[in-house]
Nanobody, 126 residues
Framework: QVQLVESGGGLVQPGGSLRLSCTAPGAPLDNYAIGWFRQAPGKEREGVLCLSSADLSTYYADFVEGRFSISRDNAKNTVYLQMNSLKPEDPAVYYC???????????????????WGQGTQVTVSS
């Protein structure tokens, strides 16, 4: 069982930045590929990025357009989602997830990931 915990969401103006964190108390995240997903009201959950643990390969959804990045700090057992140049279409609940494999499956339907955090809300508004 892997418990994931997201944090770092909040309200930001268009063009602003946020850094989301994903931790896993008691579970070594450096063993797992970690995906970030988001879900806006009335929309399906969609993949944002994924970072493999085996080779540190990263995968991005097209809409990221170079604005977002993903990284690990293994000493802190944390995976980060850095979001820059946030747009009005980016607001959603953002989730981290894993299926405990070392390689990303991306894009992949959300149901293929076994473990999820509770999500953190990102709001973009002036």
């Amino acid at each position: 069982q892997v418990q994931l915990v997201e944090s770092g969401g909040g309200l930001v103006q268009p063009g602003g930045s946020l850094r989301l964190s994903c931790t896993a108390p008691g579970a070594p995240l450096d063993n797992y590929a970690i995906g970030w997903f988001r879900q806006a009201p009335g929309k399906e959950r969609e993949g944002v990025l994924c970072l493999s643990s085996a080779d540190l390969s990263t995968y991005y959804a097209d809409f990221v357009e170079g604005r977002f990045s993903i990284s690990r700090d293994n000493a802190k057992n944390t995976v980060y989602l850095q979001m820059n140049s946030l747009k009005p279409e980016d607001p959603a609940v953002y989730y981290c997830a894993t299926d405990q494999s070392e390689l990303c499956r991306f894009p992949a339907p959300s149901h293929e990931y076994d473990y999820w955090g509770q999500g953190t809300q990102v709001t973009v508004s002036s």
